[in-house]
């Protein structure tokens, strides 16, 4: 009887071997993920420049916080485009999701926000203070929301006062217990 189970033992522990180490590269590679910006000269003509009239406003970090502070209590994630880089990091905590998103997919990311209720984005409540001295990577110099059910999500602006990031947890707690 031994010799029938040997041969389905080892091929679990096989199994289980290649699925362990799979998930283990898997997650390595996603944590320190590589620049591949290329910074290139162009020798073509300079673009047909704009006219102040035509250039679309750049908005203030205040203009930014407010459109959050208004959207994402409201579900309408749309509202935002106007305030997101051409290029959006979303980080959902605890999955293997997201990365760079275009404006059109980050809108679409942050459906995943849908569950939250009550927002509150006081920067100086007790649970935003928690969440920046358990993560200052992800909450340091961000724009935080929390729910009180629970969620968080950090926006961090750029230089030009444009959303580049976005860190979103479905329950806090397991940042900041």
């Known amino acids: 009887m031994l010799s029938k189970l040997l041969p389905a033992a080892l091929f679990v522990i096989v199994v289980g071997g290649i699925a362990g180490a ?5 997650r390595m590679s996603k944590s320190s993920p590589v620049d591949t910006t290329v910074n290139t000269v162009s020798s073509t003509p300079a673009a047909k420049q704009v006219s102040p009239a035509q250039a679309t ?16 209590p409201a579900k309408k994630y749309a509202d935002l485009s ?11 905590y605890a999955t293997e999701c997201c990365g760079p998103k275009t404006k059109a ?13 009550n927002w509150s984005f006081d ?4 649970i935003a203070v928690k969440l920046i001295a358990a993560d200052p990577t ?12 629970n969620y968080a999500v950090a926006f961090h602006l750029n ?3 444009m959303i ?3 860190f979103i947890v479905a329950d806090y707690h397991l940042i900041a217990p």
């Open 57 to 72: 406003p750049t908005p203030s970090p205040t203009d930014t916080t407010q459109s959050i502070k208004t959207s994402i």
């Open 138 to 149: 992800n909450f340091k110099n961000t724009v935080i929301g929390t729910s009180s059910n």
């Open 159 to 161: 230089a030009a006062a």
């Open 105 to 117: 997919e980050t809108i679409t990311q942050l459906a995943y926000l849908n569950g939250a209720t």
């Open 22 to 26: 799979a998930f283990y590269f898997g």
């Open 123 to 126: 920067q100086a409540s007790p």
């Open 82 to 92: 106007s305030v997101l880089a051409d290029s959006v990091s979303i980080t959902l």
């Open 164 to 166: 580049d990031k976005i």
